[in-house]
Nanobody, 125 residues
Framework: QVRVVESGGGSVQAGGSLRLSCAAS????????MGWFRQVLGKEREGVAA???????VYGDSMKGRFTISQDTANMTMYLQMNSLKPEDTAIYYC???????????????????WGQGTQVTVSS
């Protein structure tokens, strides 16, 4: 059974940092694109970042230069290092596993078939 489980959320002041982790299990890691998404209640889901099995990363526009996605294939874990956090980064962050190897069209989340339960990130001003 495929599972992805997020951890590492919390509260931080503006300008601070957090690192999220996503532990995956139940499938052959490093064969599929994985991604981070976020959502604020009442708003559309937003693509944060994604990484393919070759380690090629893509980012949402507002995250570039502040967030870094990475993965440890040996431990089947993906990370999101978030620096210079802003109050507008406050959201529930979700880890997701795509149905394909590549991350083309990743930002909508439509090609991701397995989702974690989410972890709350709160950034105060």
């Amino acid at each position: 059974q495929v599972r992805v489980v997020e951890s590492g959320g919390g509260s931080v002041q503006a300008g601070g940092s957090l690192r999220l982790s996503c532990a995956a299990s139940g499938y052959t890691y490093s064969r599929y694109c994985m991604g981070w998404f976020r959502q604020v209640l009442g708003k559309e889901r937003e693509g944060v970042a994604a990484i393919d099995p070759d380690g090629i990363a893509v980012y949402g526009d507002s995250m570039k230069g502040r967030f870094t996605i990475s993965q440890d294939t040996a431990n089947m874990t993906m990370y999101l290092q978030m620096n210079s956090l802003k109050p507008e980064d406050t959201a529930i962050y979700y880890c997701a596993l795509a149905r394909a190897r590549g991350c083309i069209g990743w930002s909508t989340g439509d090609h991701f078939g397995f989702w974690g339960q989410g972890t709350q990130v709160t950034v105060s001003s």
